[in-house]
């Protein structure tokens, strides 16, 4: 492509999702320069209705970072979380069992208004709204990323030390690796998640993970005002085969137990379907590129892992590139796949588990549906794997 202009910074950073701009911030606060080109626009990324709760080390790298005011005044912390299944409840005492991390549940979209903000106030540079982003010489010292600001406009080209790909599940940077060099893992599931948000109170102090025969389901929240819901559904459903009727009369019947509590119902002013699938590449790096996020690996969202794991990576990328600026060495940048895919891994194991222990899938056998009602048994009555849940739901500690 022929360019118009051409500009220098230290790190490209594609995509402002949770993992590019928690990666900005970090690399600013060690003198880092970045820029990030983003393609949808800022009111997009902002209002953009995704994952809720953040494991407890992510809480406290905001406050760190001074980004956590608004998360700390407007989150809700829990101290556990109920799973549910026969009709009986049981509550997880997260806190008591993990030497007193809790649950935080602070909307993706909040995060990302924070993230956005404090950046443009700082002086950052992210671009909203570009379009065919293109890399070059990513084998080379000084790689290139082409771009337009806006569907006509002219290519310009940003020159860098690194590119970091945090262009989510469907960006191009994966792409990049070339296909003889990587691996991809993979499993989709038979099942998605219908996901709504209602104008009601809360219904119950924390989140309730539900197994019942007619599918999984999940009541978590928002705001004392607004409340997030989700049902099992087949993954291929239309939404528009879900009225708001037979949406609550399906969250009363999985949801309610022998106890006699009942859900608040309410107006529902957004809904929607979304597929879930385990998805892994290996290695997530070439060259000077790396992809860090969902554009590296997906988990289904039952562990509600996906945010976290992506600040997880960036985390360990802007650790070993403040290591390369200030001694020159690459050791962490050479690690960096390694080093991500173990954690990856583990919370792909995890979020693998709780989607297979917690949902109805008639493609499996009897045998190994009646193996995940006895894991959910276990899971209840045993304080060693109780722990286990927990220690893995409220987030592994940061190597
Ligand atoms: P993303 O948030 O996907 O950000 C990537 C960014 O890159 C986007 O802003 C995108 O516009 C931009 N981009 C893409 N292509 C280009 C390009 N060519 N050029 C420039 N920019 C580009 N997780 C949970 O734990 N619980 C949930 O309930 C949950 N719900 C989800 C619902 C949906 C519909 C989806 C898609 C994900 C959900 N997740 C959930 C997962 C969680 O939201 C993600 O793991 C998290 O957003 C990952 O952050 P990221 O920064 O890696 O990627
Ligand atoms: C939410 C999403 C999840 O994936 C989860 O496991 C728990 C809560 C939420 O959107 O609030």
């Not at 802007?318 to 583990?346: F, H, N, P, Q, V």
């Amino acid at each position: 492509m022929q360019t118009t202009s051409s500009t220098r910074t230290q790190v490209a950073i594609v995509g402002a999702g949770p993992a590019g701009l928690f990666l900005s911030h970090l690399l600013h606060r060690q003198g880092i320069e970045s820029v990030i080109l983003e393609h949808r626009s800022r009111e997009e990324i902002e209002g953009t209705i995704r994952a809720g709760v953040l494991e407890q080390w992510v809480v406290d790298l905001m406050n760190d970072m001074g980004l956590g005011d608004r998360m700390m005044r407007e989150g809700h912390f829990h101290s556990g979380i109920t799973l549910r299944f026969d009709r009986q409840s049981h509550h997880i005492d997260m806190a008591e069992l993990t030497g007193g991390k809790r649950v935080t549940v602070y909307a993706q979209h909040e995060v990302i208004r924070d993230l956005v903000s404090a950046r443009l106030e700082d002086g950052g540079s992210i671009l909203f709204g570009v379009s065919d982003v293109q890399f070059h010489d990513l084998d080379g010292k000084t790689p290139r990323v082409q771009f337009r600001r806006s569907p006509d406009g002219p290519v310009e080209e940003l020159r860098c030390d690194f590119v970091a790909g945090c262009d989510g599940f469907h960006g191009p940077s994966r792409q990049a690796i070339p296909a003889a060099t990587r691996t991809e893992y993979q499993i989709v599931y038979p099942f998605g998640w219908l996901g709504i948000l209602t104008e009601a109170p809360p219904s119950h102090p924390e989140l309730i993970y539900a197994n019942h025969e007619r599918g999984f389901a999940l009541l978590s929240t928002r705001s004392p005002e607004v409340q997030r819901l989700y049902i099992q559904v087949d993954p291929k459903d239309d939404i528009a085969n879900w009225s708001d009727d037979r949406i609550w009369s399906e969250l009363h019947r999985r949801l309610e137990d022998e106890s006699g509590w009942t859900l608040k119902e309410g107006p529902i002013f957004q809904k929607g379907i979304i597929a879930m699938r385990s998805f892994v590449c290996d290695p997530m790096q070439h060259g000077r590129l790396f992809i860090a996020g969902d554009a590296a690996h997906i988990v289904p969202p039952t562990g509600a892992k996906g945010l976290n794991l992506a600040v997880a990576d960036v985390l360990v990328l802007s650790r070993a590139m403040t290591a390369y600026y200030k001694t020159g060495s690459s050791e962490g940048l050479d690690r960096y796949s390694a080093t991500c895919l173990r954690r990856i891994w583990k919370a792909e194991r995890f979020s693998w588990y709780m989607t297979t222990m917690l949902h109805r899938n008639e493609h499996e056998s009897p045998f190994e549906q009646r193996v995940h009602l006895a894991e959910l048994d276990y899971v209840v009555h045993s304080r060693a794997a109780m722990t286990a849940l927990a220690e893995n739901y409220v987030g592994l500690p940061m190597e």
